[in-house]
């Protein structure tokens, strides 16, 4: 049984950080998994926020994050991360981790195969 469970989130002042991390059981392989982190606003749909590759030399970010937020990933611990730095109020969201078979990141919810729970991250202003 797959499971992804993020874990990090929580309640920062703007222009604070904060590090998600993402582990993975169950994937017959984690290292050839692109691995994705979304999120969802209240009232909002679930957007895309970035993604890496298999080997962690692939990434893309959303606009609204690219120079703020890093993801990466430690194949031999099964786990991909999100640092947050920089945060403002409207990244405030529950956020998913999402892992995709192919080995190519996609921004796509819909190319994903597994997700986890969430986590939340409230920044205050």
């Known amino acids: 049984q797959v499971q992804l469970v993020e874990s990090g989130g929580g309640l920062v002042q703007a222009g604070g950080s904060l590090r998600l991390s993402c582990a993975a059981s169950?994937?017959?392989?984690?290292?050839?998994?692109?691995m994705g982190w979304f999120r969802q606003a209240p009232g909002k749909e679930r957007e895309f926020v970035a993604a890496?590759?298999?080997?962690?030399?692939?990434?893309y970010y959303a606009d609204s994050v690219k120079g703020r937020f890093t993801i990466s990933r430690d194949n031999g611990k099964n786990t991909v991360f999100l640092q947050m730095n920089s945060l403002k109020p409207e990244d405030t969201a529950v956020y998913y981790c999402?892992?995709?078979?192919?080995?190519?990141?996609?921004?796509?919810?819909?190319?994903?195969?597994?997700w986890g729970q969430g986590t939340q991250v409230t920044v205050s202003s």
């Open positions: 999402a892992a995709d078979r192919r080995v190519v990141p996609d921004t796509s919810p819909s190319a994903y195969d597994y």
């Open positions: 890496i590759g298999w080997s962690g030399s692939v990434t």
């Open positions: 169950g994937l017959t392989r984690f290292s050839i998994y692109a």
